[in-house]
RNA sequence: GGCCUCGUAGUUCAAUGGAUAGAAUAGGUGUUUCCUAAACAUUAGAUGCAAGUUCGAUUCUUGCCGAGGCCA
């Protein structure tokens, strides 16, 4: 039964009788009472003024009484300023319950016909995951996770940025100073090596530059100029808010064309580029390198993936897929629908889209990032044909290059664009500000789960929480916990939102948080433990007997009842944070039952073995909201 | 320079145009003869500034200030 369907039906009805109107079902609107006020549904008044042809206040108490007279789900009602709240019968309540405790699969909706790709993650093949992928594979697991459960079919992908001029900065540098070291060797992970690697040829990158732009300006007749250094003089100066002295502004003009040219001809650089040719080319000894530098690295990340909890149905590789995007432009070109540069560089014009002018291929014919996710778009619908939808996780620094991806397909003629969809979520700042690996300011996935877990075992092992436990027990509810957390922490926030985490802060386990929750979950599982012990069972029939709910017991069932509205909403916002706050709240009510309301001193049976059957469905929406999430919940803690 | 996000308690986050702006943390004060105190109860504290739209604006519009991003 749905209450809400109910209760819109007789407030229908109530303005036929009273006021002669016919309404539509979906404009009456219910929201939930704020819990100052007496009543569980809130019907605001105010836009109905005008048919009533009473003031606010009037309208709300003719149809609470004509409610109350004539509906039998309706108790009372109170009218605070226009506001008409509804309190329904412990009946109503009762019988919510009752389907819901009836339910086969309850929180899962029958299956829609529709087919999904979500893709997230997305790694580089050069440096190890952090923090940001964190929150990506987070919020795109669940997201998956949330439209399954709204009965979609979902086919979970990413695309592998395995190929470019990134992995041959890793690879070069490996050549150059690696002397043959292997994650064997060392006991590195491999994704840690080969980033470990992509940082030594930076290094060497940056050390090249200074060098040669010195030498510029010795060329230039400016010995005494050092470019770089000059440079990052003046970029403290303008973080820190200093002025500049009039030198360093003339020496910046000198400097900057120096500089520029020195990046662009470090050799190092330039052997890192003839590498992407030679990988281009397929020189065998390149192909080989790359394919062990990479198996190293998607070692490392399957460990890290399993570690987070995520998979993938199929995984796309760029080096697959580039090739594609490039016919894919060229014969876009031969259509018309691209064009051509004199320097033979292929663009697009979105300009009637409000877009301006998008590279496709350069000069030399070697492609773009927009290139290749023209081809992958296009692989995906023919790997899959049935999907209606292809959802991208990835971050909102890319808000431009979706848009203009969107309309280039929309171009090319596929009808499938229109449902293309960038799920686009903040960035992860931390108190020092925004991430940078150069600076070495990045959280590192792999450390920051292990000290999750390692916190987590520090707080359990402080509350003396582990008795009886195995030790692999011990371990497994380590994890469950710290990962919890972890989860929790970054999915509880609008994905749209950047955040902050601060790694000393956001290490909590009280309030708002997994733990708590999880923690709720383990109370009522030693409920259903005990209950189970004496053997008490609760049937239908015992339903019959119980005529009177305490408030927080009808608030609860409140809250479950809601449970499929918010899972509908998560869908529509694609926000697993409505899940998370969701199930914070159920929580919350559940403690407050739990520390109000006693079960087993409770002398009729009947409201025993309800409050029984009642913590079961708790316990179970909790443990389902939290598995949307990626979340486990522990019967012990 | 053009375009796009975002500004809410000390801090981290909420609020389909609705009521006295919710939580959590940090700070006060309480609650363990009772099913797990990682809990519960209680107290104090906020919409960047200025206009506009209306019965009503944190939410919509414009301007300014501030933070971040994208495109050159």
């Known amino acids: 039964m749905n209450v809400e369907q109910l209760l819109k039906e007789e407030i229908k009805k109530a303005f036929r009788n009273l006021f002669d109107t016919e309404m539509a079902l979906d404009q009456v609107n219910l929201q939930p009472t704020r819990k100052e006020f007496d009543g569980s549904h809130t019907f605001v008044c105010f836009p109905f003024a005008k048919i009533s042809k009473k003031n606010p206040e009037e309208t709300g108490k003719m149809i609470g009484a004509y409610l109350s007279e004539h509906s039998d789900a309706v108790k009372s009602y109170n009218v605070v300023k226009g506001f008409l709240n509804i309190t329904l019968t412990d009946k109503v309540w009762i019988s919510v319950f009752k389907a819901i405790w009836n339910a086969e699969n309850y929180g899962f909706l029958p299956p829609s016909g529709k087919e999904v790709m979500v893709e997230y993650s997305s790694p580089n093949t050069n440096k190890p995951l952090h923090l940001g992928h964190l929150r990506n594979n987070f919020l795109g697991y669940a997201v998956s996770e949330i439209l399954k459960a709204n009965g979609h079919k979902v086919q979970k992908v990413q695309i592998i940025n395995d190929r470019g001029i990134h992995i041959c900065k890793s690879m070069l540098a490996w050549q150059k100073f690696g002397n043959g070291e292997t994650p064997e060797s060392t006991g590195l992970k491999g994704d840690k090596l080969v980033g470990n690697y992509y940082v030594r040829f930076d290094r060497e990158y940056k050390a090249e530059v200074a060098e040669l732009a010195k030498k510029y300006a010795q060329e230039e007749e400016a010995a005494n100029l050092d470019p770089q250094t000059l440079k990052k003089e003046i ?11 009039e030198t360093e502004k003339e020496q910046l003009k000198l400097a900057k064309p120096l500089l520029e040219k020195a ?22 000894e390149v192909y080989q ?3 062990q530098m990479n198996a190293w690295v998607y070692e490392g990340f399957e460990d890290t993936y399993t570690q987070m909890g995520v998979n993938f149905d199929k995984l796309y590789y760029e080096s697959d897929t580039f090739l594609l995007g490039k016919d894919e432009v060229l014969k876009g070109l031969d259509a018309g629908t ?50 209606a939808q292809q959802i991208y996780t990835v971050g909102n620094e890319q808000d431009h290059h979706f848009k203009v991806l969107f309309a280039i397909l929309k171009k090319l003629g596929y009808a499938w664009a229109e449902e293309c969809f960038h799920l686009s979520y903040g960035m992860v700042d931390l108190p020092s500000g925004k ?17 999750m877990r390692n916190t987590a075992a520090e707080r359990t092992q402080e509350l003396g929480k582990i008795e009886g436990f195995t030790e692999q027990q011990a371990t497994e509810l380590y994890d469950t916990l710290g990962m919890g957390a972890l989860k929790y922490f970054l999915l509880k926030v609008d994905p749209k939102k950047r955040m902050m985490f601060d790694p000393e802060e956001s290490i909590q386990f009280q309030g708002n948080t997994a733990p708590s929750i999880q923690y709720t979950h383990a109370r009522i599982a030693s409920i259903l433990r005990k209950a189970k012990q004496l053997g008490l069972v609760m049937e239908e029939d015992d339903l019959k007997d119980i005529d009177k709910l305490e408030e927080v017991e009808s608030d609860i069932i409140y809250t479950l009842n809601d449970y499929v509205h918010k899972l509908k909403e998560a869908a529509k916002e694609y926000s697993p944070a409505v899940i998370a706050q969701y199930t914070y709240e159920l929580a919350k009510s559940y403690n407050r039952f739990f520390q109000e309301v006693p079960i087993f001193k409770e002398s009729d049976e009947a409201k ?7 913590s079961s469905v708790v316990g179970e929406t909790i443990s389902k909201a939290m598995g949307l999430l990626g979340i486990k919940v522990p019967d012990r803690m």
């Open 235 to 245: 970029d403290r100066k303008n973080k820190e808010g200093e002025p500049l002295t």
């Open 289 to 291: 390198l790359w394919m």
């Open 435 to 451: 991430m940078k690996s150069r600076e070495g300011t990045v959280v590192d996935a792999d450390d920051l789960m292990q000290e």
């Open 608 to 614: 025993l073995k309800f409050r029984i059957a009642f």
């Open 263 to 284: 990046e662009k001809n470090a050799p190092i650089l330039l052997e890192a580029q003839a590498l992407l040719k030679r990988w281009e080319a397929k020189d065998p």
């Open 338 to 387: 691209f064009f051509r540069k004199d320097d033979g560089s292929v663009w697009v014009d979105l300009s009637e889209e409000k877009l301006d002018e998008k590279l496709l291929l350069r000069s030399d014919g070697t492609s773009v990032y927009m290139t290749q996710d023209i081809g992958t778009a296009i692989l995906r619908f023919r790997d899959f044909p049935n999907i």
